[in-house]
């Protein structure tokens, strides 16, 4: 990760939210002879502050010491995060819509697909926009995001360049006077300095392979299908964005290989996030969060059952492909 990483303004943060976020510190603290008990409440500032003189006397203790030895401590985080990959990130739960706490935390590994499930208005594109701002306990569900363990500070989140997460949307509408070919090969020359034709030709082959039917670099980026530039896209985050985390918001799959197009972002090593409705995809992920009124209720793992259902699935949602394409070509449909 870059160097402006910093962790949030350590100070600010609550001896209770401190001993998950940063127990380095608490056992600094308690190795000093400091009582934390009954101070959950207190930042970390309050706790320094209201220190007895008596005990600092007692135990040799100064202030300023205290605050060196944190932010060593704190310094050392940091360089141990910017010499690392995003290796996950961590939900933490905030409250639902009615101020219930959700009292969860969930772990989100690299190379994993987590599905997000509930009805429309329950709150699962609010759940993707707390990860993609890495939500710090300042959006209206109060969740805090961390990544690899450790709260990012507000000039990471805010900088576009550092961009965390690459976003697939439903608004792939392309308005560019371009090919195919084109479009790609601008994104891996602002990517890669070398390779960028290689690597645009097999961003295309991969997004033939994730498309049923078949374009060249050579076509027009606003003639290709819905299906097609969905795949395009695709292929586009997992060759070339750096992005380590991929979200995705209830995009209509007609048209793709979702299997596949799971398959090559997990091989990358991405974290994937998606909110759905299409029983292939929330089956595809190893786990689900089920949202209600606002709140993560409940995470569930793909049982073996479940998966064992995907090969049917897949057969029905092919027959559904096929009479679409029937449709699509004008045909009348006298049998399934
Ligand atoms: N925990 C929450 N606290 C407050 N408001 C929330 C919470 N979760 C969702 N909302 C709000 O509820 C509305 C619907 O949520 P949204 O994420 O768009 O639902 P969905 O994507 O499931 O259809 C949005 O205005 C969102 O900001
Ligand atoms: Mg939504």
């Given amino acids: 990760m870059d160097e402006s990483v910093v962790l949030a303004d350590i100070y600010k943060n609550e001896i209770g939210q401190l001993k998950h976020l940063f127990p380095e510190i608490i056992q600094y603290l308690v190795e000093c002879g400091i009582n934390l008990r009954g101070k959950e409440n207190l930042n970390l500032e309050q706790v320094l502050e209201n220190l007895s003189e008596n005990l600092m006397q007692d135990r040799g203790l100064d202030r300023s010491i205290l605050r060196d030895t944190i932010n060593y401590l704190l310094e050392e985080k940091e360089n141990s995060l910017k010499q690392e990959e995003v290796s996950s990130i961590t939900i933490v739960g905030g409250t639902d819509k009615t101020g219930n706490l959700e009292n969860m935390e969930i772990i989100l590994k690299a190379g994993s697909v987590t599905g ?10 609010r759940l993707l926009a707390d990860v993609e701002w890495l939500a710090n306990g300042d959006t209206p569900t109060k969740r805090v995001v961390l990544v690899n363990g450790f709260p990012v500070n507000a000039t990471f989140r805010f900088s576009m360049e550092q961009k ?33 034709e290689q690597l645009s030709e097999e961003v295309i082959a991969m997004a033939n392979e994730l498309a049923g039917e078949q374009f060249s670099y050579n076509t027009p ?10 795949a395009l896209m695709i292929a ?32 990358k090593g991405k974290i994937i996030l998606l909110a759905t409705h299409d029983p292939i995809l929330a089956l595809l992920a190893e786990k689900r969060m089920i949202i209600r009124n606002g709140g993560i209720v409940r995470v569930i793992e793909t049982s073996e059952t479940e998966k064992a259902f ?17 449709l699509r070509a004008g045909e009348c449909i006298d049998e399934i």
């Fill in 221 to 230: 980026l606003t003639s290709l299908s819905g299906g097609q530039s969905r």
């Fill in 164 to 196: 965390l997460v690459a976003q697939l949307s439903q608004n792939m509408n392309f308005v560019m006077d371009a090919t195919a070919g084109e479009f790609v090969r601008m994104h891996a020359e602002s990517r890669f300095a070398q390779n960028s």
């Fill in 236 to 267: 586009d985050t997992a060759l070339l964005s750096r992005s380590p985390i991929v979200l995705i918001d209830e995009i209509e799959n007609a048209g793709i290989d979702r299997k596949k197009a799971l398959g090559l972002l997990v091989k």
């Fill in 116 to 125: 997000i499930v509930g009805p429309t208005g329950s709150g699962k594109s």
């Fill in 310 to 326: 995907l090969s049917e699935l897949e057969v029905f949602d092919n027959r559904m492909q096929n009479l679409r394409e029937r």
